[in-house]
């Protein structure tokens, strides 16, 4: 009776977690695949310098100050990131499940203060912190934790009155660190 319902227990968890991943990295309606160039707004004036391989397309964020080189085959969806107001992307490949998202908004210190930790990091959990940087800027790399779907990897830093928090599953950790070596400031 034990085992039965340990077993019944393990299909609801792993029912739940697929249900939030597929409705958390599903394509939407809103979700696009990511043509050769892709600029934030048309008001944005941003002309590429970097020399994209095949295979890759950018997608830079003038008013946020970064560009990154993504695979082609990758959709994202934006929400917000006008205004001043935050920015969230969210980026997946629909052909592997693989993603990750960024989050970046106004931010006028030079350092993560605790507060600021426990407003964006609601699990309270920084595993394993190491300094990082990203494209030069001083930042953290961690592990949190997000129930039910577990270990979650964490980078934070800050550059140019912004910071950006990308995250993934820890998973996924050998997928997203190469495109995150193609960060840079603009």
Known sequence: ??????????????????????????????????????QATQSEAYVSKRSVPPGFVEYARQN???????????????QGGTGGEPLMLVVQDPSTGYGFQIYAFPYNLQTITEERFKIDEPSGVMKSPQDVKVAGAKGTMFISTAPPVGEIREIWFINQGIMYEVTTALTFDDWVRPIMGTWEFI
């Open 1 to 38: 009776m034990r085992k039965l319902l340990l077993v019944l227990v393990l299909c609801a968890v792993l029912v739940a977690l697929a249900t939030l991943v597929y409705f958390y990295l599903r394509p939407s309606k809103f979700a696009v695949a990511l043509p050769a160039a892709v």
């Open 64 to 78: 946020y100050h970064f560009s990154i080189l993504l695979p082609e085959t990758v959709t994202i969806k934006e």
